[in-house]
């Protein structure tokens, strides 16, 4: 998902000032506002399959994340 459309789910939810905000941190905004943990490439080897972000998020490795708790 590029940044225009993460914008656009931000603008869908209500948010406010996300247009100020880098793509990590926009999404991790979204994700707070829909009621799930702010992890965006917080954690290595996620288990979450389901999670809209997993594509771009899991991408690349983050050798100093802690594994997922699920």
Do not use: F
């Amino acid at each position: 998902m590029n940044v225009t459309e993460i914008r656009g789910k931000a603008r869908q939810l209500g948010m406010k000032n996300y247009s100020r905000l880098n793509k990590a941190d926009l999404i991790r905004a979204i994700q707070v506002a829909e009621g799930h943990a702010p992890c965006y490439q917080q954690i290595n080897d996620c288990r979450v399959e389901d999670c809209l972000w997993r594509p771009d998020c899991q991408g690349s490795s983050y050798p100093d994340s802690p594994p997922c708790p699920r």
